[in-house]
């Protein structure tokens, strides 16, 4: 009999099938993990879980930093520029590529080497960017650049450099820009919480319609709580004649 109440009780909120809608809603706006993208491009980047990318504005545009490291050969201190060209490759001299999308200099200028050229998209977790990669480099190099979301950042900004021991690996530029800001995503969610509307919903009737039979209700009296939708479905109808006359006014 207690557990009879509490089923009834449930089936009796109306309410609660109107916050599932709302939560299907806002959960369309909510971004979730992203994975690698089979692309050498970075415009209209589309992940499989709905994100959307659009580093078109960046793609002209390179990312250049400097920073201190001990040379490997030498074990001495040396200045180091490091130019990346954003989703491609550029026309520049850089020993060890023919195609350059990422360079190591020495800040003397007298020499170069390649970390790697350019070769496809990842998108990150969570909707956070895009992580571009750069491979084939000289001597085991190779690179990363991680272009990570932030609003309001204009262009490359706060860009950074972590250089791996002895300069064989993966050497990792992150800055930060409002191109690299997913524009969608949360489908994955969205259907979800679709799915579990509906069966909610078929819940809600079946178990509402079949309780009701035990009260000795008949015909169109099984609905469960028909007098709230009776009159729902109502103030929607009035809504709708109020919406439509006033489009006929203007």
């Not at 900004?157 to 930060?176: C, K, L, M, R, W």
Request: aromatic fraction near 8%.
């Amino acid at each position: 009999y207690k557990y009879t109440h509490t089923i009834e009780a449930m089936v009796t909120t109306p309410t609660t099938i109107l916050m599932l809608l709302l939560m299907i809603t806002n959960s369309m706006s909510e971004p979730i993990n992203t994975t690698k993208v089979a692309s050498s491009e970075c415009d209209h980047l589309v992940s499989v879980d709905g994100h959307k990318y659009n580093l078109m504005e960046l793609s002209n545009l390179k990312v250049e930093v400097n920073k201190q490291s001990k040379n490997p050969s030498s074990g001495v201190d040396t200045n180091y520029h490091f130019e990346a060209h954003i989703c491609g490759n550029y026309a520049k001299y850089c020993e060890g590529c023919s195609n350059v999308g990422f360079c190591q200099e020495w800040q003397n200028g007298l020499a170069s080497s390649c970390v790697g050229s350019f070769s496809g998209a990842v998108g990150m977790k969570s909707g956070k960017g895009v992580e571009m990669i750069y491979e084939n480099g000289l001597d085991g190099r190779n690179g990363i650049i991680r272009a990570l979301c932030k609003k309001g950042a204009v262009g490359v900004q706060s860009a950074t450099i972590d250089i791996p021991e002895n300069h064989v690996g993966s050497f990792v530029i992150e800055f930060y820009s409002s191109e690299a800001c997913s524009s969608s995503g949360g489908s994955a969610v969205g259907s979800i919480l679709l799915i579990i509307l509906l069966l909610g919903t078929c819940s809600y009737v079946g178990i509402g319609m079949y309780l009701n039979k035990r009260k000795g209700e008949t015909g169109t009296d099984l609905m469960p709580n028909k007098e709230f939708w009776i009159l729902f479905f109502s103030l929607v109808k009035d809504g709708a004649k109020f919406v439509v006359a006033k489009v006929r006014r203007q």
